[in-house]
């Protein structure tokens, strides 16, 4: 049974047991959050993370980060280093979009060292191989595509982006919206590509039922992607996005009907005034079932910085009640990701995400800038460093900037903490304060 299954039946596994704990729920609540479909728990039995994670409702904002090869790039070494920096740095989710190299070699290799949920994009394995056997991506059967899916699902992979929603009707509207993008999702451009070529329905809507049977029978848990996300912010919420979401919500619904864990992905390329909005829209028309954002992107000319971009629209989505933030790196439209880029595109994430979680009112995240605030103003270094979302970097910066003064090289003996503790402790007298 899935995870979805037994909380219905009142069954409390050791995953949402863990799950709870972290995030200082009874598994009482937490049940009946899972049984609603407001949280998933990814958790394929043939991987079965040591550190299983809770993705939903009242939960702590979770942050993916994506690796994987290119053709250009396609060095399972590379990626395996990412891994150990995703790790090292609290990613509490993967996700393998390999397109170059072996990339069976290459997931069962991230699968090994991954004790985190490990998600994949099927459809990309699907497109390659069509295109090796058959010449190119249209050539693809239906057959093709879910021989892959269970084949990913035998292996271990804990959850699925799906573009089941991008239909023949959304691709219509697309065709008459005059996007300034179009697609920017790889995914939906196989999709549609195909689609158009044979002139048959997405054979992930058509067939759906039999995508949520190896589901099931896997427990995997379904991300159901947004192959018509916005590329520019100037395409943002319209018709076909919207489009796309319509038929989200109802899928939504025919996953929880048959014991089906699933998720919800969102834009895409954002402008801040709309992001809120779109997050209300979508938990609506989805009935409050997990949203997991890339981004949103809130300005289209970063490159070079979209990390910080992408962490500014997470923090207002993840505010406005997005689940689960998938990183975006400073390489994002550049190129493929290095180990350092991975880094710095998961910390500002992180870093998002918890802003985002002080508002929502998360338990524990206010009690951390607490602690934090008090270990600055004692100059209580030790404590200030395993506070930081990002130790190492901490460690780093004081190594390189020493001082001979209690305080930060920066204000030295004029640090404004130690000045003022003096002052107050002197009970006013200013002939005490050495500064």
């Known amino acids: 049974m899935t995870q979805i299954e037994q909380a219905r039946r009142g069954r409390i ?24 479909g407001k949280v998933i728990i990814p958790h394929n039995r043939r991987h079965a993370p040591l550190h299983p994670i809770g993705i939903g409702r009242k939960l702590r904002t979770k942050v993916n980060a994506n690796i994987g090869t290119s053709k250009d790039f396609p060095r399972l070494e590379e990626e395996l280093a990412k891994v150990e920096v995703c790790l090292k740095h609290g990613a509490d989710s993967l996700m393998d979009l390999s397109t170059g190299g072996d990339l069976k070699k290459i997931r069962r290799a991230i699968l090994d060292k991954a ?60 065709k008459n919206q005059g996007r300034v993008a179009d697609i920017v999702s790889r995914g939906g451009a196989f999709h549609l590509a195909w689609s158009l070529h044979r002139q048959k329905e997405n054979p992930l809507y058509a067939r759906y039922d039999r995508l949520l049977e190896i589901a099931r029978r896997h427990d995997i848990t379904l991300s159901l ?43 895409g390329h954002v402008p801040l005034d709309q992001i809120d909005m779109n997050i209300k829209l979508q938990k609506r028309l989805c009935r409050e079932a997990p949203f997991y954002v890339l981004g949103p992107l809130v300005t289209d000319i970063g490159a070079g910085y979209d990390h910080i971009v ?22 994002e439209h550049l190129g493929l990701p290095s180990v350092d880029d991975v880094r710095e595109g998961l910390i500002a994430s992180k870093i998002a995400a918890h802003a985002a979680d002080i508002v929502k009112g998360v338990k524990g995240a206010l009690e951390r800038d607490l602690k934090m605030s008090k270990a600055r103003k004692a100059l209580d270094w030790s404590s200030q460093k395993k506070l930081a979302i990002d130790p190492y970097k901490f460690e780093e910066v004081r190594k390189k900037r020493k001082t001979k003064s209690e305080a930060c090289s920066m204000c030295g003996d004029f640090c404004a903490m ?14 005490d304060v050495h500064c």
């Open 13 to 36: 596994t050791p995953s949402l047991k863990t799950v709870a704990e972290d995030e200082g729920f009874s598994p009482e609540e937490m049940l009946a959050l899972v049984a609603e």
């Open 310 to 331: 992408s962490a500014i629209g997470g923090a207002i989505a993840a505010a406005a009640g997005a689940d689960f933030l998938c990183y975006v790196t400073p390489s």
């Open 418 to 431: 130690r000045i003022v503790s003096e002052f107050l402790n002197s009970h006013g007298k200013a002939d």
């Open 115 to 174: 004790p985190i949920p490990l998600g994949t994009v099927p459809i990309y394995q699907a497109a390659i191989e069509a295109i090796e056997k058959r010449g190119s991506i249209v050539e693809m059967t239906e057959d093709d595509l879910f021989s892959v899916i269970e084949s990913q699902a035998r292996e271990g992979v804990d959850f699925i982006t799906v573009h089941c929603g991008l239909t023949t009707r959304a691709i219509e509207r697309l």
């Open 225 to 267: 992607g947004d192959g018509l996300r916005p590329g520019s912010i100037l395409d943002a919420t319209d018709r076909p996005q919207l489009e796309e979401l319509l038929t989200l919500g109802e899928l939504v619904e025919r996953a929880w009907d048959q014991g089906v864990q699933v998720m919800v992905e969102g834009p």
